[in-house]
């Protein structure tokens, strides 16, 4: 098996834990991405049965869509640029806000989100491979209050690569806060 063949195995193979995780516990997944442009919900969505948790993915590339259609706070975004751990805390949160407003998934919606720089350069004085997800979690009933956070990232290789491991870091992250 090739490397590449392992690391989407891997990858379909959190996914898919994820899933079971959150349908299991009534939850369900939304996402906001930046510089995945999507693979993170392909990486829900090449698991069959996934509608029956994932509720979509909002790909907001742009710095006025982040703001505009996420809600992140547009002073954060002009002071600080797109790569920053408080914008992808407020892309998460505000993704799960998005679908939580319906009354079907009120209180039980998981954000994601991706915003970073892919390469091959760097984006102003921020540097290739510079990362940052963001995950929100609702109320899990014990501690009474939601999670949310952001994890930095330092990762090599080609556009490609940075962006598929951004997606299995993604995963990685929401298996573990799911316990």
Known sequence: MSPDSEARE??????AQALRICEKR????????????????DAF???PGASKVFLGSAVTYDI??????LGVDADLLKREGAVHPQVAMQMA?????????LPEYHDRVVGLATTGVAGPGP???????????????PCDGRSGESTVEARELHLS???????????????????????
């Open 64 to 69: 006025h869509a982040k703001a505009g259609i």
């Open 10 to 15: 891997r990858r379909d193979d959190l996914a």
């Open 123 to 137: 984006d102003g004085d921020k540097p290739a491979g510079l990362v940052y997800i963001g995950l929100s979690l």
């Open 93 to 101: 949160r505000d993704t799960a806000k998005l679908y939580t407003t």
């Open 157 to 179: 290789g080609t556009r490609e690569q940075v962006r598929l491991r951004t997606v299995e870091a993604v995963l990685e992250r929401l298996n573990e806060l799911l316990g």
């Open 26 to 41: 009534s939850l369900f997944i939304a996402a906001a991405e930046s510089l995945t442009g999507g693979l993170l919900a």
């Open 45 to 47: 969505v090449r698991i």
